[in-house]
T-cell receptor, first 117, second 109 residues
């Protein structure tokens, strides 16, 4: 149990385009999902916390108008990188908390590698 | 501020035992997690400690001392596939997960 999927796993896009990344909890309902970004050889950086049916909470320094988060259902959250630029190239990882599992453990999706040309 | 400290890198030999330490200073405590992250992949859950003591799970064990703000992850019978980064993370009083920078473990034959 506690499987989280992400799609796509890889995306290459031109500068200025928008990219949508989906995060799904496959075998549990996640009231809370998290979006992280990780640059090469650096630690995870929390971008935002997404709660089903309400607005996401963004970490300091993360532009909410650039990184749009929608958590429309208990199994799906989406992150849209709007007007992507090369500096947005990174490894984006989502995680979801399984309320029925070990205390609020976050289970991670496999990640999405974004390369903006 | 909130802080989690763990060594940046460690090296160990295949078949040996290694202990990765983690110390934390957070506003409150609601549990400590260890995750494993292979290069280029997302983290995977290893263990969770909320009470003092040792939790054993196969070759991996995790220890917690809340009074000392200290935890360690013990890996026995090391295998080459254990080469990865090991991340320590703590839930503070608001259930905000505070992440350590991770310890890169290099296993040599």
């Amino acid at each position: 149990g506690a499987v989280v999927s992400q799609h796509p796993s890889w995306v290459i896009c031109k500068s200025g385009t928008s990219v949508k990344i989906e995060c799904r909890s496959l075998d549990f309902q996640a009231t809370t999902m998290f979006w992280y970004r990780q640059f090469p050889k650096q630690s995870l950086m929390l971008m935002a916390t997404s709660n089903e049916g309400s607005k996401a909470t963004y970490e300091q320094g993360v532009e909410k108008d650039k990184f749009l988060i929608n958590h429309a259902s208990l199994t799906l959250s989406t992150l849209t990188v709007t007007s992507a630029h090369p500096e947005d190239s990174s490894f984006y990882i989502c995680s979801a908390s399984n309320p029925g599992g070990v205390q609020e453990t976050q289970y991670f999706g496999p990640g999405t590698r974004l390369l903006v040309l | 501020g909130q802080n989690i400290d763990q060594p940046t890198e460690m090296t160990a030999t295949e078949g040996a035992i290694v202990q990765i330490n983690c110390t934390y200073q957070t506003s409150g405590f609601n549990g400590l997690f260890w995750y494993q992250q292979h290069a280029g992949e997302a983290p995977t859950f290893l263990s969770y400690n909320v009470l003092d003591g040792l939790e054993e799970k196969g070759r991996f064990s995790s220890f917690l001392s809340r009074s000392k703000g200290y935890s360690y992850l013990l890996l026995k019978e090391l295998q080459m596939k254990d080469s990865a980064s090991y991340l320590c993370a703590v839930y503070d009083s608001n259930y905000q997960l505070i992440w350590g920078a991770g310890t890169k473990l290099i296993i040599k034959p």
